[in-house]
Structures are given as C-alpha cells and as structure tokens.
C-alpha cells in the first residue's frame, strides 16, 4: 500500500540546507534512541493498525482494486517501486514471499507476470483488502491472503510498499516505534531476507503533509545494519520520492 502525492512520480529535486540538516538531525536522534536499546513512546500497535485499516477501507471502497485504491499516483509508480523491492530475491529458483500489507494483491500479479517461480503469501490488516485479493485469485494454490500482520508460516523473502507512509495524527516517536516493531516482524518471517520503502526526508519541503512520515535513509541503513544484518543495500535512485532498503540474511 502506498501514499498518493502530487508529483510522487516525478523525479526528486536535489537540495542541500538547514531545512534537510534538521530533519534528518531529528529523525537520526529518535533512532538512535533504539538503537542503543532506549524505548520511544509506546505505539499503541493495535490503535495504529485500526486507524491504518481503516484508512485504507476507505480508499479501496472509493477506488477498487487499482492503484489509487491503495493510494498511489499510478500503475508505473507501482512497477517501480515492486522492481526495487523485488532486488531482493533471487528469481533463478523457486521462492517464497510474504507481502505485509498487501492490499489487494498487485505484487502478486507483478511476480507472476514475471515468470517467477513463487508462493505468495500476502497479509493486511483491511478485511476488504484481502477479500479482494481472495477474490482474484480463488483457484490459485500458490497465492494465498490472510488477514493480520504476520503470515501462519516463514517464507524466504518479506517485502512491504507503502505501509510506512501515511502515519495519520501519530507523532514521530509514536510511528518511528510501530515501524521498528513491525521491520522486527519482518525479520523473525523472513528466513533470506526483508525489504521495504518509505518516503524519504529528503523530499522537497513545499511537497510534504502533516499526515505523512518522511524517514532519514541514512538513518534507517544504519538501524538495519546494526539490528538485523550485516548485509544491507540502500536504494535512493529511482526516480521517485522515496527510498529502499534490502537486508539479506547472508
């Protein structure tokens, strides 16, 4: 799931200034803070996830199974964002893939468009979402949707798209926690890796909203390679007003 903006697809302006030195300032501080094992404010998980469910009811009610209907510009910036996350796995063999907050199964279509060799399990919190997703693929034994935050079971990969986005009325304490928490989630499932994305705070200031979160890349590389593995790669190259990061497993 994602965020719409306008201009979300269109390529960054590069900036230097004080405006971007004190939101990453404030971002690396609050992360740091977890890093050296300090707790934020507590993110009240469950009332996060209910808000977040049902924002996205919401949009999918408004928009239907498309990209808007999980709150993105369009279908190129969709296929984009899935071929950087998909960096990840390795295509030459079969896989198995577990998308946190799914929406109502794109990826899914992406992967299998692609020829791969994968079981797809994709898991959101929306009820509505994963009956639609159900409901593209009834017959299908290798795609499968389940509503919660974590799968039944491991798979090799885990990706998300979008679901660090839109933090409502949180505050950053408050969204920083529920990310970490649910990049731990992500790590325990996947036994060959993670990826996910996240707007950047490098956005340009006079396109940012209240009710989005813009996390430090930077910050976030050094929080996965010092939390969950040695093997990290950022990737803030394409084209779109965000980043992504992979960790691998070895």
């Excluded at 404030?26 to 924002?55: I, W």
């Excluded at 198995?96 to 692609?114: K, Q, R």
């Amino acid at each position: 799931m994602g965020v719409s903006i306008g201009g979300m697809d269109s390529s960054i302006s590069v900036q230097r200034g004080d405006f971007y030195h004190e939101v990453n300032l404030r971002v690396c501080s609050k992360t740091a803070h977890l890093l050296n094992g300090e707790q934020l404010m507590p993110a009240r998980n469950g009332s996060v996830l209910t808000d977040v469910a049902a924002y996205y009811e919401t949009r999918i009610k408004e928009h239907g199974q498309t990209p808007a209907g999980v709150d993105w510009n369009s279908s190129h910036g969709q296929i984009i964002r899935f071929d950087q996350l998909l960096k990840l796995v390795d295509s030459s063999r079969i896989y198995s893939i577990t998308d946190i907050g799914c929406g109502y199964g794109a990826l899914a279509d992406h992967v299998l468009h692609l020829g791969h060799d994968v079981h797809y399990i994709g898991v959101d919190v929306s009820q509505s979402m994963i009956a639609a997703g159900r409901s593209r693929y009834p017959l299908n034994d290798r795609v499968n949707f389940q509503i919660g935050t974590s799968p039944n079971d491991a798979t090799d990969y885990a990706v998300a798209s979008g679901i660090f986005n839109v933090r409502l009325d949180r505050s950053d304490d408050e969204w920083l926690t529920h990310m970490v928490s649910t990049l731990d989630v992500m790590n325990k499932i996947a036994t060959r890796g993670f990826a996910f994305n996240c707007l950047t705070s490098y956005s340009d200031e006079e396109r940012m909203r209240p009710d989005l979160y813009y996390a430090n890349p930077l910050d976030l590389f050094d929080l996965c390679k010092r939390r969950f593995s040695p093997h990290v790669a950022l990737h803030h190259d394409y084209g779109l007003y965000e980043f992504t990061i992979i960790v691998r497993k070895s």
